[in-house]
């Protein structure tokens, strides 16, 4: 069974950071694409990065690269956001996500980790 556990998130001021992390299990980690989609309140998903376990290659949105940083540890079968510069457009779910076999869907999702930027 497929399982993605996301923590870290929380209540940051502008300007902080945060590390998100997503514990996956059940699938063959690092040989995989997975990635960090976010939404906030009101809003549709929003795609955040992704990355080629198997290479470390990572595409991360236009607007968001110079501060988040996708990054993973195969040996612990984690993945990881780092979140710089944190701004109140930042606060949204943040989910963890798994590509299907063909690398053009998410197939299984994490519950998500609530990140709030507030001063």
């Known amino acids: 069974e497929v399982q993605l556990v996301e923590s870290g998130g929380g209540l940051v001021s502008p300007g902080g950071s945060l590390r998100l992390s997503c514990a996956a299990s059940g699938f063959t980690f690092d040989n995989s694409l997975v990635g960090w989609v976010r939404q906030a309140a009101g809003k549709g998903l929003e795609w955040v990065s992704h990355?080629?376990?198997?290479?470390?290659?990572?595409h991360h949105a236009d607007s968001l690269k110079d501060r988040f940083t996708i990054s993973t540890d195969v040996a612990k079968n984690t993945l990881y956001l780092q979140m710089n510069n944190l701004q109140s457009e930042d606060t949204a779910v943040y989910y963890c996500?798994?590509?299907?076999?063909?690398?053009?869907?998410?197939?299984?999702w994490g519950q998500g980790t609530q990140v709030i930027v507030s001063s």
């Open positions: 996500a798994k590509a299907a076999p063909n690398w053009r869907v998410f197939d299984y």
């Open positions: 990355i080629y376990t198997y290479s470390a290659y990572s």
